[in-house]
């Protein structure tokens, strides 16, 4: 029993600052990688960022340094702060974690983009 829950999407204005988390529970203490995927409509679902248990990260080039995602072992949350929001940044956002062969997925949260 592992479930994601994802907080902290919404609305804001292009520009604008929003931070998503993501906690982790179930049988599962600790993820090798976790991370933040995003689907817009008519869209693949896409890596918007990932950090393993190492603390190593990987972004995707669009987040051209807006992004910043960061991870407490510890609590086995994973969060994601967006700064410089563009109108293109708009998706559902997913968390993700994978350990040995398997990956789990959140519900997702909307992230709108929108004056």
């Known amino acids: 029993q592992v479930q994601l829950v994802e907080s902290g999407g919404g609305l804001v204005q292009p520009g604008g600052s929003l931070r998503l988390s993501c906690a982790a529970s179930g049988s599962i203490s600790s993820f090798y990688v976790m991370g933040w995927y995003r689907q817009a409509p008519g869209k693949q679902r896409e890596l918007v960022a990932s950090?393993?248990?190492?603390?190593?990260?990987n972004y995707a080039d669009f987040v051209k340094g807006r992004f910043t995602i960061s991870r407490d072992n510890a609590k086995n949350t994973v969060s994601l702060q967006m700064n410089s929001l563009k109108p293109e940044d708009t998706a559902v956002y997913y968390c993700?974690?994978?350990?040995?062969?398997?990956?789990?997925w959140g519900q997702g949260t909307q992230v709108t983009v929108s004056s």
């Open positions: 950090v393993t248990i190492g603390s190593s990260r």
């Open positions: 993700n974690a994978k350990w040995n062969f398997a990956s789990f």
